[in-house]
């Protein structure tokens, strides 16, 4: 647990635009994913796993879903008389309240930021799904003397992402010497996973530097920028993580929980996800259930044969029904002798019985939200 | 300042449930783990959320830790509330000294004051260890129209299992005539389920009068039914014709949970309409692994099943082995099957080991005589160990 003062800001809506099928009605951060989580989760329990007791969570547009889901912060333990969870939904004294980049975001809840007695901002977006210990990176920040820390991790980018992805060079003493925003280059990387750790009073000056000069951009403004004015530190972040950049990635990150240890990474009994309760009965397996290799939500009633799927709460599957590598969305209903392959069905999809449904690895098929087929 | 409530329920949670052995050691009845998610205490919670009576005593006594505990605030079942809400009741000091709640009306009658706090026009007096979905409005309902001073569900029971129960004899119209306390020779087969509907200025005349009469017990069944129909009290009998199980003994817990499993049998976990509330796990979800079978089975969050798995409720966070097989058993939350164990026609408690290649149970159709056959039962915290074998009909409180 970390002793300072620090104030979680997390960003919900930037990179919306990666998995644009899923966002069109919900923000980054209310994504589904794995099996009963949405994706605000992972940042917003591990800042309580932490000790970060203060946590505002900056929107956008589209943030019903998220409100909903968030609701006063109590299953996350943040329904709190000091600190605890503050939705901050668009707001600004000039222009319309949409903002453009991170900087500007910050300026529109820059009251609430003020109000704070934090010595440090901890910012995180919704794109990666991990269990940072981030207790331990905002302690080696306070020891490193850093401006500025910057979370990487060391992979490879896709040629087909390389569009959502910001890079870093780190020199051997861990200063990030060279910031590349969405470069044209795919292999081996140090791959920003959007999350900083920044001290207040510099902060402060960077968002009101920022404002009269209509820069927005957090990356390009500040971190490439001033690259060599500010000692911008990288820590690397080598436990497991999923990055979701496009509707690819985001069906192999979540299938990527079907690997127990990766499970168990993501899971440790010691620092649980936190998400919505939905009080929903134990999952159901019937007479002619056969299930391989899957992650199943409570609720769920499977009747047919589920290999490498993930399906969430209240999910039915029909008798003589056959599902592989599938993503079913909770209250999805699947009737019967239907077979379904590489698709990803959002919340309460219905397929009537005997639909043959074929997605690729690389390109599944997507069933928007309450679709009926 | 108390805001007036028409109905305040009462909740008897403090029984030892002696004949669950093993199960009950370290916990109340109520508290024991029930269907995959909840504790037998759930039922009766969720029926008074979903009845609208949002203020409930637990009258607790017996273990009350993992009780007191798992109630917490009330939040799970929305019973956290500025006005009424759930409160545990465990026995108390006053001035006189000190009393152990000697009976379920001396429960009730100690708590007179916590009731009157809310100036209820009705209570209704409920068990902790029943399985069953009512709707306590409509009884509710039904209690005015009759102009009743008390209302007793009933079930009609079979004539030979009639002398397990208090048995009523009522009128045409259900005005009920005769009341008698598991009675030898029972008159009739209307079975009370245990559970009361009471005017409260009725019923706390008659608990106030039992506990000055030193000569009576201090019991509902025995004592104040009996004593309110003497005084020409009026009582109905409310027929209830649902699935309904007292879970009493070691095979009526393991039949309410195979009744889970049963499409026949009609309680319905999964009805939006009537939604079972429990305290939810924080954990991922089930994982079902490669080699994995599993089939008429109920499994909750947390659990990650390498074995097969059939006829069997599996609690969260239950870790089954690869080779490992489970038939036609409960396994309590956090319980280890290791690889290659086989556990068969028993009930496994919270927190316990199966170590590798042990055997738990056997079918009973290898037994000539059934007699000497039954469910087996390994406790709480227990770790039987590598190879080891429980028998059938065996109760395990001890590492073996």
Redesign the interface.
Known sequence: MSDKNVLGLIFSNLHDESIIDITRRRTMGSVLF???YRLIDFPLSAMVNSGVNEVGVITKKNYQSLLDHLGNG?EWDMSRKNGGLHLLPPFSHNQDGIYRGRLEALYGVWEFVLRSNADYILLSDCDVVANMEYDKIIDTHISSGADITAVYAKGTVRMDESHANTVFGVANDGRIADVLINPELSGDSNISLNTFVIGMKLLKNIVMHAQPRNLYDFERDVLQARVRELIIKGYEYTDYYSKISSIQSYFEANLA??N?KN?HA??PDDR????K???N???????????????????C?VDGTVENC?LF?GVKIGAGTSLKNCIIMQDSIIGKKCALENVITDKKVIISDGRLLTGSSRCPLFLAKESEI | MYIKKECVAMLLAGGQGSRLYALTKDMAKPAVPFGGKYRLIDFPLSNCVNSGIDTVGVLTQYQPLVLHDYLGNGQPWDLDKMHGGVHALPPYQNINGASWYSGSANAIYQNISFIDRYNPTYVVVLSGDHVYKMDYNKMLEFHKAKNADCTIPVLDVPLEEASRFGIMTADENGFITKFEEKPKEPKSTLASMGIYIFNWDKLKKALIENEADASQEKDFGKNIIPNMLGEGDVMVAYPFDDYWKDVGTLDSLWDANMDLLNPNIPIDLYDPNWKMYSRNPVMPPQYIGEDAKIENSMVTDGCEIFGDVDFSVIFEGVKIGKGAKVNYSIIMPGTVIEDGATVEYAIVGENSVIGKNAKVGTDPTAYDNRDDWGIAVVGHGINVGEGKSVLPKAIISENV
Do not use: M
Request: aromatic share 8%; charged share 25%.
């Open positions: 794995g099996g009963r109590r929980l079907l127990t499970r993501l899971f649980p996800i936190y998400t309760v939905r009080d009965p134990p999952a159901k397996y019937g007479v002619t259930a056969s299930v391989k290799n899957s992650l199943i939500g409570d609720g009633i993930i709460r």
